[in-house]
């Protein structure tokens, strides 16, 4: 890992981001809110690799076309390689030399990137749009501190988080309302309900529907996930609620990964009648149900009598610029264009990625007013340690496993060793 040469160079790099907002049209160099302060100056000849994921590229490369043509008086060159988003922020720090300018990434990576000082924090100069024309909670959750002051370290891009998909025809709106509903109008059909509950990403919707919540991180620990006051009972129920209805529908509900969903759809005959997938695959499931998709909020599930909504984790993808960039300033207008209107309007368009910038148009797509929707009340994914995501794809494991118990002494044990196992 090239961490001395990020720290080493950080500094420089932060200091051209000085420099850089200074250098606008606009006289009064200490007011960064006028469209003056949109100004760039671009590094002419700039080189500049762009990461993003495989089934994004070829949007991408139009977007980077478009923008070298926006530009050409600069003779910008653009190379875009697919890398997906779960693990650029690794490939960024384990060679910062040969990693993208600029990458996307999801914002559960954005604790070890600020850490390692490998994000050039947003110029001051687009700071004023973006928190303006961006939801709300895609900008507070890549806020930071920088040497006292306040600062984004990324540029929103879109939602990340998942939702019930279905097949109407045999899984009706009413049905899609409940866990029950669902997996017993899967089973009449002969039809599978898919759920990657041996993931960390979905697994901990089983304690956090319970009432557990991620509250950040512990002091200046980095390394110490903090959660909220929770009611140990109440989580144990809810997650013997979830174990016991799987074991139930043993034969319906199947924990595989995400793909197997649009694949399940997709068959001449269909074998899958329900899932649990992502905005990111929004494109492949509407090519394979037509018609018959049908996409809302997670379902409820009955805890003790009473239907609970079910919780789950929301994220954010963002667009980052490493900081040691050779060409800081193409970098980050590149990084700050990828996140227009424009383009991700696009991306609504070609990929179904719920967009940050409020100035895209949303009505009549499902899968963002679902996101918009749930965004309300889920946990947002930012500040988790790496350590969370194994121990909570065993708590998954353990709840859906047949040769598991299902009771809530069980699960008590369960939660205890989980919450320990992440902070070691």
């Given at each position: 890992m090239k961490i001395k040469r990020i720290l080493s160079l950080v500094l420089a790099a932060a200091m051209m981001?000085?420099?850089?907002?200074?250098?606008?049209?606009?006289?009064?160099?200490?007011?960064?809110?006028?469209?003056a302060a949109?100004?760039?100056?671009?590094?002419?000849?700039?080189?500049?690799?762009?990461?993003?994921?495989?089934?994004?590229?070829?949007?991408l490369k139009e977007q980077a076309k478009a923008f070298e043509k926006k530009y050409a008086d600069k003779n910008v060159k653009i190379e875009v390689v697919a890398q997906e988003e779960n693990d650029s922020g690794t490939q960024v720090l384990s060679d910062s030399e040969a990693a993208a300018d600029v990458f996307s990434f999801p914002s559960d990576q954005l604790s070890k990137l600020t850490q390692a000082k490998a994000l050039l924090p947003v110029y001051d100069n687009y700071v004023d749009d973006i928190k303006k024309n961006h939801t709300e909670a895609a900008v507070e959750t890549v806020k930071g501190d920088l040497n006292g002051k306040e600062v984004l370290y990324a540029f929103p891009q879109t939602d990340n988080g998942y939702y019930l998909v279905y097949d109407k025809s045999v899984v009706s709106d009413e049905d899609a309302k409940s866990w029950e509903g669902v997996l017993a109008a899967c089973?009449?059909?002969?039809?599978?309900?898919?759920?990657?509950?041996?993931?960390?990403?979905?697994?901990?919707?089983?304690?956090?529907?319970?009432?557990?919540?991620?509250?950040?991180?512990?002091?200046?620990?980095?390394?110490?996930?903090?959660?909220n006051k929770y009611d140990e009972d109440e989580v144990a129920q809810t997650m013997s609620a979830f174990s016991e209805l799987f074991h139930k529908y043993k034969n319906t509900f199947v924990s595989a990964s995400v793909d197997k969903i649009s694949a399940g759809f997709s068959t001449a005959k269909r074998t899958c009648g329900a899932g649990i997938d992502g905005t990111?695959?929004?494109?492949?499931?509407?090519?394979?149900?037509?018609?018959?998709?049908?996409?809302?909020?997670?379902?409820?599930?009955?805890?003790?009598?009473?239907?609970?909504?079910?919780?789950?984790?929301?994220?954010?993808?963002?667009?980052?610029?490493?900081?040691?960039?050779?060409?800081?300033n193409a970098a980050e207008e590149l990084a700050n264009y990828l996140v227009s209107a424009e383009c991700q309007k696009t991306r609504l368009e070609k990929l179904g990625w719920t967009p940050t910038n409020k100035g895209v148009e949303v009505e009549g797509n499902d899968g963002v007013r679902t996101m918009l929707e749930e965004a309300k009340t889920y946990v947002v994914q930012a500040n988790i340690i790496q350590a969370f995501w194994d121990p909570m794809a065993n708590l998954g494991n353990k709840l859906y496993k047949p040769t598991e118990k299902t009771d809530v002494a069980t699960m008590k044990t369960l939660l205890k060793d989980t919450l320990t196992n992440i902070n070691g």
């Open positions: 981001a000085v420099v850089f907002v200074g250098c606008t049209k606009s006289e009064d160099t200490s007011s960064k809110t006028s469209s949109k100004t760039v100056d671009i590094e002419k000849n700039a080189k500049l690799k762009l990461w993003g994921s495989a089934a994004s590229l070829s949007i089973k009449k059909a002969g039809r599978q309900f898919i759920m990657n509950a041996g993931d960390g990403y979905y697994a901990c919707m089983f304690p956090f529907t319970g009432g557990l919540k991620i509250d950040g991180l512990k002091g200046d620990a980095q390394d110490i996930q903090k959660f990111w695959n929004a494109a492949v499931n509407q090519d394979a149900l037509g018609k018959d998709l049908g996409v809302t909020v997670l379902p409820t599930i009955n805890v003790n009598g009473t239907d609970k909504q079910t919780i789950a984790m929301i994220g954010y993808k963002y667009i980052g610029v490493k900081s040691v960039t050779k060409f800081p």
